[in-house]
């Protein structure tokens, strides 16, 4: 079993910054993905980036490329997500997933292969 632990969210203003963190514990062994999806109401959960801890590769939607910027800490399982430039359109719930593998994988924006999930974080941008 894994738990993941996300927070960070909150409520700012259209063109500021937050810091999403999410902390991973359990059985993570060494090979495994962790992404950022996020949900807004009445809406599919989208992908918005994912990390291989095997290689460090990274992967965003096309929606936040160049905006956010997700990264990992390797001694704390943790994966972080820097978003500048902050939209209304981001207003979402967002929600932090872990998966086993990926490294070998070549999607990574499928919610479906994610097997843990964080309990999600408010992210409001007003205009």
């Known amino acids: 079993q894994v738990q993941l632990v996300d927070s960070g969210g909150g409520l700012v203003q259209a063109g500021a910054s937050l810091r999403l963190s999410c902390a991973a514990s359990?059985?993570?062994?060494?090979?495994?993905?962790m992404a950022w999806f996020r949900q807004a109401p009445g809406k599919e959960r989208e992908f918005v980036a994912a990390?291989?801890?095997?290689?460090?590769?990274?992967y965003y939607s096309e929606s936040v490329k160049g905006r956010f910027t997700i990264s990992r800490e390797n001694a704390r399982n943790t994966v972080s997500l820097q978003m500048d430039n902050l939209e209304p359109a981001d207003t979402a719930v967002y929600y932090c997933?872990?998966?086993?593998?990926?490294?070998?994988?070549?999607?990574?924006?499928?919610?479906?292969?994610?097997?843990?999930w964080g309990q999600g974080t408010q992210v409001t941008v007003s205009s």
């Open positions: 990390i291989t801890w095997v290689g460090g590769n990274t």
């Open positions: 359990g059985r993570t062994f060494s090979d495994y993905s």
């Open positions: 997933a872990f998966r086993y593998g990926g490294y070998s994988t070549s999607r990574h924006d499928h919610v479906d292969i994610y097997t843990f």
